[in-house]
């Protein structure tokens, strides 16, 4: 009788640690999706339509682009392709996101946000082969992208 219930005591503390280690491990990603979710919501409050940029490093082959994803202007350097963006870290006003496009391309770009229509971007990666960096003000110029 003793072996049984000290195998049932056994089996009830284990379960009580598993649970714990669960939830544990559930909340920490839950706590982790949470703010990937709040940083897009940031990047999601950024303004839509016609964009101006002023290099303040480095080169970018367009001065002005039709943002109608807020995603776009991580991968400035990319133009149209498809790319695949991962939430990295973030503070209070900005964001740094990894990204890869159809093997090609791919670097890191972090984003600063003074408000919806100003934001400061730092990006660098790979483009066509070569290395690239580059540094720009972005500035919101108007709802349309006439």
């Known amino acids: 009788m003793v072996k049984l219930s000290t195998s049932l005591a056994w ?33 999601s409050s950024l303004a839509i339509g016609k964009w101006s940029f002023k290099m303040t490093s480095g080169n970018l082959d367009q001065n002005s682009i039709c943002v109608r994803d807020q995603s776009k202007l991580l991968i400035l350097k990319h133009g149209n392709m498809v790319c695949d963006t991962n939430f990295l870290r973030a503070n209070a006003n900005s964001m740094t ?9 791919q670097g890191i770009t972090t984003i600063r946000i003074e408000h919806s229509r100003l934001v400061h971007i730092h990006s660098q990666g790979v483009h066509n082969g070569a290395p690239y960096s580059f540094a720009a003000e972005g500035r919101h110029m108007s709802t349309s992208c006439r």
């Open 11 to 43: 089996r009830r503390i284990q379960c009580v640690l598993g649970a714990v280690a669960f939830l544990g491990v559930s909340t920490a990603g839950l706590a982790a999706a949470a703010l990937a979710m709040a940083d897009d919501n940031k990047l």
């Open 97 to 105: 996101y990894s990204y890869s496009c159809a093997g090609t391309a």
